[in-house]
């Protein structure tokens, strides 16, 4: 079965600084992996995702993540970190057969100036 | 496009009263999700629609639950009677044609507080 754990619910860090949330996944079958964001008060966004192929993805506002199967792993990074960067993300894996996604509880992420 | 419309985006009722949830999706996209958030159970998946059937429902929590999808352009999350375990927020989404889960656009969300 498929399963998603964010480690840390909570993340703060400062303006300028790095962004690292951690997102590590179970899966039987080739996962296909997504980060998300929710801005307050709005619906989730799809930052970026993980098919196939190249293993480090570019997704929007600065993010990028890599999968490592050998540590099933899919962390986002962004190397500075900005204001309008404070959300809740969430990781999520594909079960397999396109029609879900099991989904991290989320890491909010605080930015200090 | 303007997306995913939802509506209400809030809703306070009273137990036992029925609430009604509307979801107009991206125009051209097949498939339809329902989702349940909460703080406790994070997002949870209700059922999903392709081409308006609904083909998995499995996470409807119970009889007093319901989602049509009448027409490609619309679809309602019923919940009668309400109780107050359902306070949450509820999400509509949706994605292209063959995307399925892997492409969602999401709507801003229906508030959810049943007193």
């Known amino acids: 079965a498929q399963s998603v754990t964010q480690l840390g619910s909570h993340v703060s860090v400062s303006e300028g600084a790095l962004v690292l949330l951690r997102c590590n996944y179970s899966?039987?079958?080739?996962?296909?992996l997504f980060w998300y964001v929710q801005y307050p008060n709005q619906g989730l966004q799809l930052l970026l995702k993980?098919?196939?192929?190249a293993t480090l993805v570019k997704g929007i506002n600065g993010f990028e993540a890599e999968f490592k199967k050998s540590e099933t792993s899919f962390h986002l990074t962004k190397p500075s970190a900005h204001m309008s960067d404070a959300a809740e993300y969430f990781c999520?894996?594909?079960?397999?057969?396109?029609?879900?996604?099991?989904w991290g509880l989320g890491t909010s992420l605080a930015v200090n100036p | 496009d303007a997306g995913v419309i939802q509506s209400p985006r809030h809703e306070v009722t009273e137990m036992g009263q029925e609430v009604t949830l509307r979801c107009k999706p991206i125009?051209?996209?097949?498939?339809l999700f329902w989702y349940r958030q909460t703080m406790m159970r994070g997002l949870e998946l209700l059922i999903y629609?392709?081409?308006?059937?609904?083909?998995?429902d499995s996470g409807m929590p119970e009889d007093r639950f319901s989602a049509k999808m009448p027409n490609a352009s619309f679809s309602t999350l019923k919940i009668q009677p309400s109780e107050p375990r359902d306070s949450a927020v509820y999400f509509c989404?949706?994605?292209?044609?063959?995307?399925?889960?892997?492409?969602?656009?999401f709507g801003a969300g229906s508030r959810l507080t049943v007193l």
């Open positions: 999520a894996v594909n079960a397999g057969n396109n029609r879900k996604l099991i």
């Open positions: 989404a949706s994605s292209p044609q063959g995307a399925g889960a892997n492409v969602l656009t």
């Open positions: 125009s051209g996209h097949n498939s």
């Open positions: 899966s039987s079958v080739p996962p296909y």
């Open positions: 629609f392709n081409n308006n059937v609904p083909i998995d």
């Open positions: 993980y098919t196939t192929g």
